[in-house]
T-cell receptor, first 116, second 115 residues
């Protein structure tokens, strides 16, 4: 168990458009999900914490109006990159907490976003 | 604030040789510790975790890690490396209480396996 999926796996869009990325926990319910961004050959940078039924908590320096997060159900969180620009091109990874008592996060396969 | 240091950016080992990846953490309270592996273009897969009990933790794919509180370390080991182990390895620390379930990741160690 503990499978997390992301859709799409890869997306290319034009500058100025918005892109939505879905993160689903397939075999468990997750009240908390996280969104990370990873630049080439670097570690993961936490962008925000997504809590079901409440507003997301953003890390310092992350624009909440640009990266919209919605955690509408216990198995789905979405990240929308609004008015995307080339500098938003990156690898976006989500994770979901299954074992809340031990903070164990299970990660999705990631979404490669390229903004032209 | 918690932090994780992975001193080795790159490590190359021969197939069949033993492996140890270093991880040092800094955290004021009792930490949760994790090792994840990432293949190119993929998400992270949990190898093992420590949160209490036996300080030697067994994980998947033949990996193990030992928590040493006195050294603030959680090094990952494997007795015999396979070519398929070539990947990026991340150590992470999480809070036992509070912290909102957040994890802090190290910068990663890129493992190359020579045949």
């Amino acid at each position: 168990g503990a499978v997390v999926s992301q859709h799409p796996s890869r997306v290319i869009c034009k500058s100025g458009t918005s892109v939505k990325i879905e993160c689903r926990s397939l075999d468990f319910q997750a009240t908390t999900m996280f969104w990370y961004r990873q630049f080439p050959k670097q570690s993961l940078m936490l962008m925000a914490t997504s809590n079901e039924g409440s507003k997301a908590t953003y890390e310092q320096g992350v624009e909440k109006d640009k990266f919209l997060i919605n955690h509408a159900s216990l198995t789905l969180s979405t990240l929308t990159v609004t008015s995307a620009h080339p500098e938003d091109s990156s690898f976006y990874i989500c994770s979901a907490v299954r074992d809340r008592g031990t903070n164990t996060q299970y990660f999705g396969p990631g979404t490669r976003l390229t903004v032209l | 604030a918690q932090s994780v240091t992975q001193p080795d950016i790159h490590i190359t080992v021969s197939e069949g040789a033993s492996l140890e990846l270093r991880c040092n953490y800094s955290y004021g309270a009792t930490p949760y510790l994790f090792w994840y592996v990432q293949s190119p273009g993929q998400g992270l897969q949990l190898l093992l975790k420590y949160f209490s009990g036996d300080t030697l933790v067994q994980g998947i794919k033949g990996f193990e890690a030992e928590f040493k509180r006195s050294q603030s370390s959680f090094n990952l080991r494997k007795p015999s490396v396979h070519w398929s182990d070539a990947a990026e390895y991340f150590c992470a620390v999480g809070a036992l209480t509070g912290g909102g379930n957040k994890l802090t990741f190290g910068t990663g160690t890129q493992l190359k396996v020579e045949l």
